[in-house]
């Protein structure tokens, strides 16, 4: 492995531990999401200019859909949780212990005792929210930059030595990262596939059924179906919970049609995740806590990139194999 090369991968190493120490997951994310998107809109080499614009039109209509989505669940979380809490608490009590909440007012009471004791209620509001709005027009700017031109060497020409450390260094840092944007697009390429199949059945199945807030849901389980495993689990959770808002059959049916929808996700996993990521699921599963605990939520979606990219990296280093001597033959 030259210098250069150790270098590179120094540099990347050095680059993880900031964004998660230092909370850049958001940045990093907009960066990998919007360059995905600039790359999907040129698929048939149209102009930059063009990519570029829709990218601004995607961005545009998801802060819609994300206004709309919110102001629908403002709305719809009131009312899911004074008919939900009540009968949690029922059954609770039948099976012989007692919730520390009774009603949606002390629920708030015991999460804003939580928020405020964590995050301090004005620093959450305020000064989070503008630094994550900062850190995603940081991203988008950054990933419109680099898609017009990756060079890191712009001077190259210049330069007395044509095989300077810094040139070489830049060109193995680049290698670094087009890996590293590879392994977001196979595993966040795979999990958009499997969220829009899961949220079309589930859309259809609520809508069918007459679930209540059937439009509300459906965005949810889009949006959880792009964290691997455990977003499958938030979204049947919130879903169950909203059927037994009207009885037990429908809680009881949405279980049974989340069962049946996911054991054929099996199949679609092994096809599409399976042949894309191939890694266990005890490890992906690792991944995700160790991300969460490190970055939040933007770290359980980074968290299968890394482990992709570290993998497909360390797969690419060749290593000598250490051949052991033949064992003596038995003393008569």
């Given at each position: 492995m030259t210098q250069p090369t150790r270098i590179s991968?120094?540099?990347?190493?050095?680059?993880?531990?900031?964004v998660a120490a230092m909370g850049l997951a958001t940045p990093l994310l907009t960066v990998l999401f919007s360059f995905f998107l600039l790359n999907l809109y040129q698929w048939n080499r149209r102009s930059k200019n063009f990519a570029v614009a829709m990218l601004l039109l995607t961005v545009s209509a998801i802060c819609g859909g994300l206004f709309l989505f919110t102001t629908r669940a403002v709305v719809a979380a009131p009312e899911i949780a004074d008919r939900l809490i009540p009968r949690?608490?029922?059954?609770?009590?039948?099976?012989?212990?007692?919730?520390?909440?009774?009603?949606r007012n002390s629920l708030l009471t015991i999460l804003k005792g939580e928020v405020a004791e964590r995050f301090g209620l004005v620093g959450l509001v305020g000064?989070?929210?503008?630094?994550?709005?900062?850190f995603l027009i940081i991203g988008m700017v950054v990933a419109i930059s680099l898609f017009h031109n990756a060079a890191i060497v712009i001077d190259r020409d210049k330069h007395?030595?044509?095989?300077?450390?810094?040139?070489?260094t830049a060109d193995e840092i680049a290698k670094r990262f087009e890996l590293f944007y590879k392994s977001f697009h196979t595993v966040m390429g795979a999990q958009i596939v499997?969220?829009?199949?899961?949220?079309?059945?589930?859309?259809c199945f609520l809508f069918l059924t007459d679930f209540p807030y059937w439009?509300?849901?459906?965005?949810?389980?889009?949006?959880?179906?792009?964290?691997?495993?455990?977003g499958n689990v938030l979204s049947n959770t919130v879903i169950v919970s909203v059927g037994l808002t009207v009885d037990l059959q429908h809680a009881l049916g949405a279980l049974a049609f989340l069962v049946v929808i996911h054991?054929?996700?099996y199949f679609l996993n092994s096809k599409i995740i399976g042949n894309r990521i191939q890694n266990p699921m005890w490890m992906t599963l690792l991944s995700l806590i160790v991300g969460e605990r490190l970055m939040g939520v933007p770290g359980m979606i980074l968290a299968p990139v890394i482990l992709h990219y570290v993998k497909?990296?360390?797969?690419?280093?060749?290593?000598?194999?250490q051949v052991e001597p033949p064992a003596a033959p038995p003393v008569a």
């Open positions: 991968f120094g540099f990347m190493f050095l680059l993880l531990v900031l949690l608490a029922e059954t609770a009590l039948k099976l012989g212990f007692e919730l520390p909440f009774s009603d000064t989070n929210l503008l630094r994550q709005l900062a007395t030595l044509r095989n300077n450390l810094y040139s070489l499997i969220s829009t199949i899961n949220t079309i059945f589930t859309g439009q509300l849901l459906v965005a949810v389980t889009f949006l959880c179906g792009l964290l691997p495993i455990l054991k054929l996700e497909s990296e360390t797969s690419r280093v060749a290593v000598d194999a």
